[in-house]
Structures are given as structure tokens and as C-alpha cells.
């Protein structure tokens, strides 16, 4: 007969953040601006929307903001990864009710975002190709594609020349330096000086010092440009003046001409130098003149001089009386010097009297300094400690957070990978005397399946088991039961639950002979009634005396027990139960 286990409740219940930790999630690192990308992720944000990957890009490694693939990934309370800077961005940009997602219109929580490694990881493996392909066929990964195109001989390059525009790939960048570009660095053939390939014809004409060029006298000699400075004191077609100018010669003519005409013209220029002798003498006759007009008005100034020395004579006797009385001063000064020693004398003598008692005095000073210091530093070291426990807090948090949320996925995606929807449960039970033993000891007093449903939008159900028996059956029996568990369309389904349900302990000998039992739902208990809340399954149902232990591990035609393993199975009778 189906009995209930009034001890059936319930699961598991789901880890949930601590206030304390959602208040420390607000200090998130996008919101500090602690985020930061990769070098490679920031080099490949340039041409992240023209990647072309290997294998096709799964969605959710898409920006739903960009379409580009994410690039130092980001993760919101829906679910959803954004690129860091797309993220901030929609932040900023957010009316005053807050961001929502793009996809869902989810609202969104800065707090509540968090840096996803593991995705990160996973997008920085992924295959690419060269942005250079097909020329390139290489395949690298993410992560290591900006290292590939720094080396990439079909990467195309701007020329380093100034002045030059050529974009070609690196393979010939080379050749095209050393031979192709106009604006290329080539020796002068004249000076061997570095210039640019197109300004080496205006450095020959124009400035080039070793380049032989014309005098500009217009004489019959080339001379290197830095030499016509030089040339210029000898050429004989520079015009000069004639050497006697300074004498009255006017003549100015070239230089060999003017040479020929000093040869020719001696007495002329004697006679000027003659001429400007006499006038000379004439002005030195004219200066004497003058010198004997002034000789009277020299002895009267003498005379005012002899006066003058007479009055300062009695100012000087002045003078020397009171030196007599600044010599007196220093004396007396002196002795007060004399005096002030003396007092000094007798202040080392009690500083020598008093030198134990200053000696401990110090100390003591030194000993206060010396604690003072020690009191700064551990009080320094407080406040660092403090710093470092608040750090510690904050990072427990956003750990307490991932762990919940893996936590989260792991049990969801073993659901998803066990679930059936067909209203059948074969369940596999290994280490079946272990988990016996552990019952028999009240370490675990019951086992649960992984729940399954009467159709894609049937009934959420799951069985449950005891291997050392229960109620009635404890200790003789194997107990085997069977929950309603809240389903996400039970608000469409009809209630109570009234399908036949058969529990089964499969044979595993090839016989066949497999312990089924059945039961049809009582409409009036409450365990096949819609279970009230999200996170309540009802009360179990089923037999707690579903198969003696003895018959369980030593059966006559069955094998139930094999290889300490048992499989128990679950079939709803599905008649009359119209899909939604």
C-alpha cells in the first residue's frame, strides 16, 4: 500500500549571497574601474568585427551590443556577456531608470557584474585566421594573433621613410628601402654625407661643400664651395682698393690690375706720403701753440692745490686724536673679551659637574624617541592590517559569489544532462553497500534521483529512496517512494495528479524478473496536490516496504544487486493525459 514519508520535504536549499556580500558586490571591480583589458584584447579591438574564426563563433562569445566578438568579457545578473568597454558605455549612457539589457530587458546591476575568467579563457583559445589570408594561411589563436601579425611577412606596412606613403607587405619592405623608394637615405657621391634620395640633386647645386664650383669673380679656377672664402684673398679678378687709400688713392680695380698700378705709380704715392706727413707736423706746430696758452692757467691751479693742502692738514690731526680714542676702545673691549672667557671657563666647570645627570637625561630622550617611533610604526601597521582584512573581506565576497553561482550551473546542467521528459526514470545506484552502510550508521538517510517530467510541459517529479528501509520497513526492507516537485508549468497542468505510477527494481540477469509495484494517487492527499511554493516539493508517496533486504542482495532467479550496483525505475502511466 502507498504510504506518505511525513520526513519528505524539500531538497536542497540554494546558496544564496549574504547581505555582507551583496553590499561588498556593489565595489565590483567595473564599477571601481578596476577592470582592465589584456594587452592583446586591447590591440585586437581595432579589428575585432573582421575576424574570421576557424569554427563558427557560438553565440553567446557574440557582443549583444556590438555583434563583435567579446572582448575582455563581462557578465550581468541575466546571464548575458558584454565586452568591458560596451558595458561601460550602455552604463553611461543609461537613462535615470537604470541600464536594461539589449537582449531580454533585464535590468541591470553594476554590482552584480562580474569579470568572467572562464569565458575569457575560452574566447583566447579560439582559432583564427590571419587577417592576411588567403595570401596567409596561417592559424593561430586569439590571444596569439596580434603576436602573428607583428611577424606576418603578407602584414601590410607603412613605410618608415618621412615623406613616403608606400603601404606594402613586409616580406618586400626591405627591398623597397634599400632600393625602390624615392625617399631612401643614399651617401652624396661629392661629400658622402647622408641624404634623401630626392634632395641629393638640390644638395650638389646648392650646398654641398666639396663640390667644385665657379668662382663668382668670374676667373678661370673651379674651387670647392667651402673654399671660396679662401680663394677670395688671392683671386685675381676680385676688385680692391689700392693699399695707399689710406693716403688719398682712389684707385679700385681688380686685383691684378691694382697690383700693376702700385708697381707704376711709386713717386705719385711718395709724394702723398709726403704731403700727409707735412700736414702732421702742421697740426703737431698748432698743439704746442696751445700747450703754451694754458701754461698760466697751470700755476694758477697750482696754486689752489698748495691752498687746499694747508686746510687739510688740521683735519688730519683730527683724524689721528680720535684713532687714539678708537685704539682705547679696543682695549677696553679686549678685556671684556678677557672677562667673557673667564665666564665661560666656569659654565664648562658645572656642565663637567653636572655631565652624569645630562648623560642619563639623554638617554632617557633617546629611549622616548626610540618608542614614539615603535608606538608610529605599530600603529602603522594596524592600519595596514586593517587594510588588508577589509581587502580580504572584499575579495571573499566576489569568491563567495562565483563559487554560488558555479555551484548554480554544475547542478543545473546535471539536471539537464539526466532529465528525461517521457514520464520514465531509470535510475543507476553505485556503491550500493557503502550508501547502505552510511544509512545503517545515520550518516545519509535517504537518496534522491535527478528529477524528470511527464512531457516537455508535463510534471516535475523525482523518487526517492531507502536502502536501509523506512518507517515499517527500517532495517527489513527497501523503502521506495516517489514526489510532486514545483514545475515551471504548473499553473497549465490539472490537479490533482491522477496518473498510475509504477516503482520497479530492475533485474540485471538477463532474466527479466524485475519487483514492480504500483500505485493510483489518492485525489483527497495532499501529496498529489499543485505543491505550494517554488522551493517545496509535496510529501513522498510510495512503499516503505517495497522489497525484503534479504530477497534484494540474494535473490533466487534475479540479479538486483550487481557489481554493487541497483537501478530503480519510474513509469507514469501517461493515458489520458492530453500534452499542453
Known amino acids: ?342 665666564v665661560q671657563l666656569d659654565v664648562q666647570q658645572v656642565s663637567r659637574a653636572l655631565g652624569p645627570g645630562l648623560e642619563e637625561l639623554e638617554e632617557l630622550r633617546k629611549s622616548l624617541d626610540a618608542m614614539i617611533q615603535e608606538v608610529s610604526a605599530a600603529e602603522a601597521l594596524r592600519e595596514h592590517l586593517g587594510a588588508l582584512e577589509e581587502n580580504l573581506k572584499h575579495h571573499s565576497g566576489l569568491l563567495d559569489l562565483h563559487a554560488a553561482q558555479l555551484c548554480r550551473n554544475e547542478r543545473h546542467l546535471q539536471e539537464l544532462q539526466a532529465t528525461s521528459y517521457d514520464g520514465k526514470l531509470i535510475w543507476k545506484i553505485d556503491d550500493f553497500r557503502t550508501r547502505r552502510e552510511d544509512e545503517v550508521g545515520g550518516q545519509r538517510l535517504c537518496l534522491s534521483s535527478v528529477p524528470f517530467h511527464t512531457g516537455t510541459c508535463g510534471y516535475k517529479m523525482a523518487s526517492k529512496v531507502y536502502l536501509n528501509g523506512d518507517g515499517e520497513g527500517r532495517g527489513t526492507h527497501l523503502s521506495l517512494y516517489v514526489v510532486l516537485m514545483p514545475g515551471d508549468f504548473d499553473a497549465l497542468l490539472p490537479w490533482p495528479f491522477r496518473q498510475t505510477v509504477s516503482l520497479s527494481v530492475l533485474d540485471q540477469s538477463g532474466a527479466a524478473n524485475h519487483r514492480s509495484l504500483s500505485f493510483r494517487p489518492d485525489p483527497a492527499s495532499k501529496s498529489f496536490q499543485r505543491p505550494a511554493g517554488e522551493s517545496a516539493s509535496n510529501v513522498a508517496v510510495g512503499f516503505s516496504c517495497f522489497l525484503p533486504l534479504n530477497k534484494l542482495e540474494t535473490p533466487q532467479n534475479a540479479a538486483y544487486v550487481k557489481d554493487d550496483t541497483l537501478f530503480v525505475k519510474v513509469k507514469v502511466d501517461m493515458a489520458g493525459l492530453d500534452p499542453l
Open 1 to 342: 500500500m502507498a504510504t506518505p514519508d511525513p520526513n519528505r520535504g524539500g531538497c536542497e536549499e540554494s546558496s544564496l549571497p549574504s547581505e555582507d556580500a551583496a553590499r561588498r558586490s556593489e565595489e565590483s571591480r567595473l564599477g571601481s574601474g578596476e577592470s582592465r583589458m589584456s594587452s592583446w584584447e586591447s590591440e585586437l579591438s581595432s579589428i575585432q568585427h573582421s575576424l574570421k574564426f576557424v569554427l563558427t563563433l557560438r553565440e553567446e562569445f557574440v557582443c549583444p551590443i556590438c555583434r563583435g566578438v567579446v572582448l575582455n568579457p563581462q557578465q550581468s545578473s541575466c546571464g548575458h556577456i558584454y565586452c568591458f568597454l560596451c558595458l561601460q558605455g550602455l552604463l553611461d549612457s543609461s537613462p535615470p531608470s537604470g541600464p536594461v539589457c539589449p537582449v531580454d530587458g533585464a535590468a541591470i546591476s553594476p554590482a552584480e557584474v562580474f569579470q568572467d575568467n572562464c569565458c575569457k579563457r575560452e574566447i583566447s583559445g579560439l582559432e583564427v585566421y590571419c587577417t592576411n589570408s588567403p595570401a596567409c594561411t596561417s592559424v593561430v589563436t586569439l590571444r596569439h594573433l596580434q603576436e602573428h601579425l607583428s611577424l606576418c611577412q603578407y602584414e601590410q606596412l607603412q613605410c618608415c621613410n618621412p615623406g613616403c606613403r608606400a603601404a606594402l607587405q613586409r616580406r618586400h619592405l626591405q627591398e623597397h628601402l634599400a632600393d625602390a623608394c624615392p625617399h631612401r637615405v643614399e651617401p652624396c657621391p661629392h661629400c658622402q654625407q647622408p641624404q634623401r634620395l630626392s634632395s641629393i640633386q638640390d644638395h650638389v647645386q646648392s650646398s654641398c661643400p666639396e663640390v667644385e664650383v665657379d668662382c663668382p669673380n668670374s676667373c678661370s679656377l673651379k674651387v670647392p664651395r667651402h673654399k671660396l672664402t679662401e680663394h677670395g684673398e688671392s683671386c685675381p679678378e676680385l676688385h680692391v682698393d689700392c693699399s695707399f687709400k689710406k693716403f688719398g688713392c682712389s684707385v679700385q680695380d681688380k686685383r691684378g690690375r691694382v697690383k700693376l698700378h702700385e708697381d707704376a705709380a711709386v713717386n705719385r704715392h711718395m709724394l702723398l706720403v709726403l704731403r700727409s706727413n707735412t700736414h702732421l707736423e702742421q697740426q703737431v706746430e698748432v698743439l704746442q701753440e696751445e700747450a703754451l696758452l694754458m701754461q698760466p692757467e697751470l700755476e694758477t691751479d697750482s696754486l689752489l692745490l698748495a691752498g687746499l693742502q694747508k686746510k687739510i692738514r688740521p683735519l688730519l690731526q683730527q683724524n689721528n686724536s680720535r684713532e687714539h680714542i678708537v685704539s682705547a676702545a679696543q682695549r677696553t673691549l679686549s678685556r671684556q673679551e678677557d672677562v667673557l672667557s673667564t
